[in-house]
């Protein structure tokens, strides 16, 4: 899976699951302030994460994520790309 | 008949096991938990599937993390994901706090309320997923009011209600309602080992002058496990005849 694929499912995850506006979607917003995503939101965003990329993250990996494309680039290193 | 799948710890015996019985009762395909007594929790599941309900008996000791994610996976490939939690596995090991030995302290400690640390996190994650769920935690009027001999299991039934509430307050906004169940003096095998003496001298604090019965605390387990019961959480339903209020 490349970036672009990568980039383009994390959107369609966080418009399904989070309900977040697609268009408020940047790879530079952060979860908590620019799409108010709540500590559980994150969680949640988390779980989705590992079961539609098939990766596990564990919690102190977890906690350093602040933005969309943060989340890219971890799910992006469990992918091994 | 909702079909949801209910897990109840420590279900094989007393209160435990009259709660597995009357959520099968209500519909709910259920899973009781037993650490020790195989044989009885056997029993159990015979007699609901006798009812006509559904269950089965899963192995584990609920203060042991490893143990509680095995029997999770086990219940989850049988049933589906657990929509509610029944947590009311428990035990009592008494003395006065002078004389009271830290093992003993420990393991009530871990077994009463560990115990819904690892079972609650197990079980939130399915419950999140699906917007829907119900956590139960059977707490005791001890936890409440104090009993001497009983500092161990006070403090840990005390330290449910306030996970309770913590939790109810974490995951309201997702459809998911935690409470807890407090029983006074309940007939079971517990206070059977009281005597004669004690029972009757316990009476007249209790209004309705009578030990409760396992069933009564189930029906408000049932109750709180309902879609009735959607707008409650955070909350101490007290089932003890009117004994601490």
């Given at each position: 899976m490349d970036r672009a694929e990568v980039e383009s499912k994390m959107t369609d995850l966080l418009v399904d699951e989070l309900g977040i506006d697609r268009d408020k979607i940047k790879m530079s917003a952060t979860f908590e302030e620019d799409l108010e995503v709540d500590s559980l939101g994150v969680v949640e965003l988390l779980m989705a994460l590992e079961d539609n990329f098939g990766v596990s993250i564990p919690d102190e990996e977890a906690e350093?994520?602040?933005t969309v494309g943060e989340a890219v680039d971890l799910v992006m290193q469990k992918l091994g790309g | 008949m909702s079909g949801r799948v209910a897990l109840v710890t420590g279900g094989s015996r007393g209160i435990g096991r009259a709660i597995a019985e009357r959520l099968a009762a209500d519909g709910l395909r259920v899973a009781l938990n037993y650490r020790s007594r195989r044989d009885a929790a056997e029993a159990a599941v015979e007699s609901i599937t006798e009812a006509g309900g559904e269950a089965m008996a899963v192995a584990g000791d609920v203060g042991d993390g490893y143990a509680v994610a095995a029997m999770f996976a086990s219940v989850e490939e049988s049933l589906?994901?657990?929509a509610v939690l029944v947590n009311n596995a428990g035990i009592t090991a008494d003395d006065l706090l002078l004389r009271m030995k830290h093992e003993d302290w420990d393991a009530v400690i871990q077994t009463n309320l560990s115990s819904a640390y690892h079972t609650t996190k197990a079980a939130l994650r399915g419950m999140l997923r699906a917007r829907w769920g119900r956590i139960i935690s059977i707490t005791s009027v001890a936890g409440i009011t104090g009993n001497p001999g009983q500092a161990n299991y006070a403090a840990a039934k005390a330290g449910l209600i306030g996970f309770t509430k913590s939790v109810a307050k974490e995951v309201g906004s997702r459809g998911i309602t935690v409470n807890a169940v407090a029983p006074g003096f309940i007939e079971t095998e517990l206070t059977d080992a009281l005597g004669e003496g004690v029972r009757d001298a316990l009476l007249p604090a209790i209004s309705l002058g009578r030990f409760g019965t396992p069933a009564e605390i189930a029906s408000a387990v049932g109750y709180l496990a309902?879609?009735?019961?959607?707008?409650?959480?955070g909350q101490v339903l007290v089932v003890d005849g009117g004994l601490a209020f």
């Open positions: 350093k994520i602040g | 589906g994901p657990v309902s879609d009735d019961a959607a707008y409650i959480t």
